[in-house]
Antibody
Framework: EVQLVESGGGRVKPGESLRLSCKASGFTFNTYTMSWVRQAPGRGLEWVAS????????YYANSMKGRFAISRDNARNSLYLEINSLRAEDTSVYYCARVGQHPGIAVAGMDVWGQGTTVTVSS | SYVLAQSPSMSVAPGRTARITCGGD??????VHWYQQKPGQAPMLVLYDDSDRPSGIPERFSGSKSETTATLTITRVEAGDEADYYC???????????FGGGTKLTVL
């Protein structure tokens, strides 16, 4: 079964850091671009970042540059998102998603999603 | 930055047709993808590349596009179609994934 399982979320204080993980199974992880998407409570989907198969291409939403770092370990079939200097506005459910295969790095739709991991930033 | 415009909400009676639109500059030149998200669940891809359906998505879901607007059409709407729907493109000029703001579909 094709599956993505996120972990690492929790309640943290402003200014702290967090590393989210996404474990992939059921498909050849190293042949897919992967993305992180977040959703604040009651809000829409917001793209965070995408990373190509060999990490040659990494893209961030403008508002995420500087404090967010996406990475992957193909040997471990895992995707990561490190978030530094957390703010209240980072409170969201963070989803990892598989990008469908296409010659363009992130052109295709996101065809597999995890269940999400919740990050709450509060003092 | 590139913007995809969606109406925040719409309602439709069961058995009728829902048309959810997504507007954006030159969207006709981009591949548009559509996601369905039910409360408490992760999003699910329902259409990709403007009008292709992933395995398991009913034929009642279809897509079309003009130069400025993409449309997700759901025929014979069912209660189970009640959800938020998001359009999405890849904006190559900025190397950004862009989501529309979402449309909440209510089945009356």
């Amino acid at each position: 079964e094709v599956q993505l399982v996120e972990s690492g979320g929790g309640r943290v204080k402003p200014g702290e850091s967090l590393r989210l993980s996404c474990k992939a199974s059921g498909f050849t992880f190293n042949t897919y671009t992967m993305s992180w998407v977040r959703q604040a409570p009651g809000r829409g989907l917001e793209w965070v970042a995408s990373i190509s198969t060999s990490m040659s291409y990494i893209y961030y939403a403008n508002s995420m540059k500087g404090r967010f770092a996406i990475s992957r370990d193909n040997a471990r079939n895992s995707l990561y998102l490190e978030i530094n200097s957390l703010r209240a506005e980072d409170t969201s459910v963070y989803y990892c998603a598989r990008v469908g295969q296409h010659p363009g790095i992130a052109v295709a739709g996101m065809d597999v999603w995890g269940q999400g991991t919740t990050v709450t930033v509060s003092s | 930055s590139y913007v995809l415009a969606q109406s925040p909400s719409m309602s439709v009676a069961p058995g009728r047709t829902a048309r959810i639109t997504c507007g954006g500059d030159d969207i006709g030149y981009k591949k548009v993808h559509w996601y369905q998200q039910k409360p408490g669940q992760a999003p699910m891809l329902v259409l990709y590349d403007d009008s292709d359906r992933p395995s398991g998505i009913p034929e009642r879901f279809s897509g079309s596009k003009s130069e400025t607007t993409a449309t997700l059409t759901i025929t014979r709407v069912e209660a189970g179609d009640e959800a938020d729907y998001y359009c999405q493109v890849w904006h190559s000029l900025t190397d950004h994934v862009v989501f529309g703001g979402g449309t909440k579909l209510t089945v009356l």
